[in-house]
C-alpha cells in the first residue's frame, strides 16, 4: 500500500518527483543506512520538505517501493492481450526488478534489519510484493470469469507465477550466491514460467 502523505499544503509534483529519484538512487546505492539529509540534498529540497509529504524514512522507503510496484503491475491490463502476452510482458517488469543487484542488496539489508525494525520490513512487503500480488491476483480473476483460465484460487495461483518466475534462485541471489542474469536469461525464465503457467490453467 502506498506511504501515507501529512496534511497541509499541497504539494509540489517536481519536488515530489525530485525526492522519489533520489530516494531510490540512494537507497539501492547505501541501504536503509542512507540519511534524510543526504537525500535532502541529493534531491535538492531541505529535509523539513520531506517531513512535510512522509512522517519518516519507513514511509518514504514505502513511497520508493510501491512506485516501483506500480510501474510492474501496469502492464496487467485485462483484455488488452491473451494470458500468455500479458502475463509474460509482467513477469519481464517484475525480474527485472527482483534480480536487480542493487535492490537485491537492499533487501538484503532490509531482512537484516527486521528483527529489530519489524515495521520497516511490514512497510516494504506491503508496498511491494504483497500489492503487486495483490494486483496479480485481480487480474488473473478477470481473465477466470472472462472464461480464458480456469482457476480455484487467484491469490494462490498469483504465488505460484511469482513462484515460478523466482524459482530458488531468488534465494541464491540473495546469499549473494547468483551471478546476474542477461536479459535474455531472464526472458527464458520468464516464458518458461508463463508456458508452465498457461499449461496448467488453461480451460480444458
Same mark, same amino acid.
Given at each position: 500500500?502506498? +506511504?501515507?502523505?501529512?496534511?497541509?499544503?499541497?504539494?509540489?509534483? #517536481?519536488?515530489?518527483?525530485?525526492?522519489?529519484?533520489?530516494?531510490?538512487?540512494?537507497?539501492?546505492? $547505501?541501504?536503509?543506512?542512507?540519511?534524510?539529509?543526504?537525500?535532502?540534498?541529493?534531491?535538492?529540497?531541505?529535509?523539513?520538505?520531506?517531513?512535510?509529504?512522509?512522517?519518516?524514512?519507513? =514511509?518514504?522507503? *514505502?513511497?520508493?517501493?510501491?512506485?516501483?510496484?506500480?510501474?510492474?503491475?501496469?502492464?496487467?491490463?485485462?483484455?488488452?492481450?491473451?494470458?500468455?502476452?500479458?502475463? +509474460?510482458?509482467?513477469?519481464?517488469?517484475?525480474?527485472?526488478?527482483?534480480? =536487480?543487484?542493487? $535492490?537485491?542488496?537492499?533487501?538484503? &539489508?532490509?531482512?537484516? @534489519? #527486521?528483527?529489530?525494525?519489524?515495521?520497516?520490513?511490514?512497510?516494504?512487503?506491503?508496498?511491494?510484493?504483497?500489492?503487486?500480488?495483490?494486483?496479480?491476483?485481480?487480474? %488473473? @480473476?478477470? @481473465?477466470?470469469? +472472462?472464461?480464458?483460465?480456469?482457476?480455484?484460487?487467484?491469490?494462490?495461483?498469483?504465488?505460484?507465477? %511469482?513462484? %515460478?518466475?523466482?524459482?530458488?534462485?531468488? &534465494?541464491? *541471489?540473495?546469499?549473494?550466491? %547468483?551471478?546476474?542474469? #542477461?536479459?535474455?536469461?531472464?526472458? $527464458?525464465?520468464?516464458? *518458461? +514460467?508463463?508456458?508452465?503457467?498457461?499449461? &496448467?490453467? *488453461?480451460? $480444458?
Amino acid at each position: 500500500m502506498p +506511504a501515507p502523505r501529512r496534511k497541509g499544503r499541497r504539494a509540489d509534483p #517536481s519536488k515530489d518527483e525530485a525526492i522519489l529519484e533520489a530516494s531510490s538512487t540512494l537507497f539501492m546505492e $547505501r541501504g536503509y543506512a542512507v540519511s534524510l539529509d543526504e537525500i535532502a540534498a541529493a534531491a535538492g529540497v531541505s529535509k523539513q520538505t520531506i517531513y512535510a509529504r512522509y512522517a519518516c524514512k519507513h =514511509d518514504l522507503l *514505502a513511497a520508493v517501493v510501491h512506485q516501483v510496484a506500480e510501474e510492474i503491475v501496469g502492464a496487467l491490463k485485462p483484455g488488452a492481450a491473451g494470458a500468455g502476452e500479458t502475463l +509474460a510482458k509482467f513477469g519481464e517488469g517484475f525480474v527485472e526488478v527482483v534480480f =536487480d543487484t542493487r $535492490r537485491v542488496a537492499m533487501l538484503r &539489508l532490509i531482512i537484516a @534489519e #527486521s528483527a529489530q525494525f519489524p515495521e520497516l520490513a511490514q512497510r516494504y512487503y506491503e508496498s511491494g510484493p504483497a500489492f503487486v500480488r495483490t494486483q496479480l491476483a485481480a487480474y %488473473l @480473476e478477470g @481473465e477466470m470469469r +472472462a472464461g480464458r483460465l480456469a482457476l480455484a484460487d487467484t491469490r494462490a495461483a498469483a504465488s505460484q507465477f %511469482l513462484g %515460478l518466475i523466482m524459482g530458488a534462485d531468488h &534465494l541464491a *541471489a540473495l546469499m549473494g550466491l %547468483l551471478e546476474a542474469q #542477461s536479459a535474455s536469461g531472464q526472458r $527464458r525464465r520468464v516464458r *518458461a +514460467a508463463v508456458d508452465a503457467f498457461i499449461t &496448467l490453467y *488453461a480451460p $480444458r
